[in-house]
Nanobody, 122 residues
């Protein structure tokens, strides 16, 4: 599976951005998909994951209620709608795929996109 993330950019605090991740490969629908982020000088952290069927999604407490992840297995895409952005959301965002069931551990993800930068100004 190859992943290509897009949609990052600059937003003001309180604003919104939508990230997208396009996957190649016929087995996309069998993977749990996730978004992670990495701020400068910090470790990569879990943001959200969604099950293969899109029936279940799991959010980090820091984004719960503000971010929503979507999945379209027909289009091989996942997206991340980010609302009420905060300066602390500034990071490079990565989409990732894992053959595991829901997991927050970056080590268990098999495939990664190249990352897209989100900058939130105060």
């Amino acid at each position: 599976v190859q992943l290509q993330a897009s949609g990052g950019g600059l937003a003001q605090a309180g604003g919104s951005l939508r990230l997208s991740c396009l996957a190649s490969g016929r087995t996309f629908s069998s993977y749990t998909m996730g978004w992670f982020r990495q701020a400068p000088g910090k470790e990569r952290e879990f943001v959200v994951a969604i099950s293969w069927s899109a029936g279940n999604s799991y959010y980090a407490d820091s984004v719960k209620g503000r971010f929503t992840m979507f999945r379209d297995n027909f289009k091989n895409t996942v997206s991340l709608q980010m609302n009420s952005l905060k300066p602390e959301d500034t990071a490079v965002y990565y989409c990732a795929a894992t053959s595991h069931a829901y997991t927050r551990s970056a080590k268990t993800y098999d495939y990664w996109g190249q990352g897209t930068l989100v900058t939130v100004s105060s």
